[in-house]
């Protein structure tokens, strides 16, 4: 839990630096790396923009509620917030766990997490960590995390087998992953959602629910992660079939 402290300190450090680049940077060592693992046998969506649709929009909608309530997220929990892009997630959350809890925006732009940092500086958010990832391993700490959100931003995983097994040391015993996307192929920036359990599955992880989110928001599919014990190897991982064909 040193590199999470470490982190923490970052925070305040960042409001007197203005987030320069220096101040981002990855929170743990590097996991395994991605050419251990298969390569996904479907389409990998560009990433486009650190927002998919305007706050006013997905506050109509109340996604940023819907999927904490579904998720059962509470005051003192540290969430992290997977591709946290702009923070629309990142900011509504600060508040929902509250002083005693924390959020950690991850995201392999680092770009995004300065523009992120400046932003919870003018809105001063006092827990929120910020972490630099690759696109195979999101390099948190282990057992930093109660909780995960990706946020229609899975499809733009270009490893996710090895971004997968990188993440799971992250996950607090009990902690769940929510990953909210659309029912549509990866190259038009959605993922079908029994492409979505399969290759969560070979990874071990175990889906617990699923929800359709109002508005038209997607899904929202809920995992818990591998047990520790049980992880397969990373070369005995096998790369899921698109059924669609939307490679």
């Known amino acids: 839990m040193m590199a999470l402290t470490r982190a923490a300190m970052l925070v305040v450090a960042l409001g007197a630096t203005c987030a320069h680049a220096a101040d981002i940077s990855y929170l743990a060592a590097p996991g395994i790396p991605a050419e251990e693992f298969p390569s996904p046998r479907r389409a990998v969506a560009q990433i486009v923009g650190p927002s998919r649709a ?3 929009r ?10 904490a309530c579904l998720l059962e997220l509470k005051p003192g929990m540290t969430v992290g917030d997977i591709g946290a892009g702009s923070g629309y997630h990142t ?3 600060s508040r929902r766990v509250g002083p005693a809890g924390s959020v950690i925006a991850q995201d392999v732009r680092r770009d995004y997490l300065i523009a992120l940092a400046r932003r919870a500086q003018r809105l001063k958010l006092t827990n929120v960590i910020f972490a630099l990832g690759e696109p195979h391993d999101p390099r948190l700490p282990a057992s930093s995390l109660d909780a995960a959100i990706l946020v229609h931003m899975y499809h733009e995983i270009s490893q996710p087998y090895a971004f997968l097994y990188n993440l799971a040391p992250a996950l607090k015993p009990g902690a769940r992953i ?12 959605g993922t079908p ?3 979505l359990r399969c ?14 989110l109002a508005g038209g928001g997607g899904y ?6 591998p047990d520790p014990e049980g992880r397969k190897s990373p070369r005995d991982i096998i790369a899921c079939e698109d059924r669609a064909g939307t490679r």
């Open 91 to 93: 900011v509504r959350l």
């Open 58 to 67: 997905r506050d109509a909608m109340n996604e940023a509620g819907e999927i």
């Open 220 to 225: 929202l599919a809920v995992f818990s992660p």
């Open 193 to 195: 959602i029994e492409l």
């Open 54 to 56: 305007s706050e006013e």
């Open 199 to 212: 290759e969560l599955s070979a990874v071990g992880y175990r889906e617990i629910a699923r929800y359709q």
């Open 178 to 189: 929510g990953i909210v996307d659309l029912e549509r192929p990866t190259s038009e920036h």
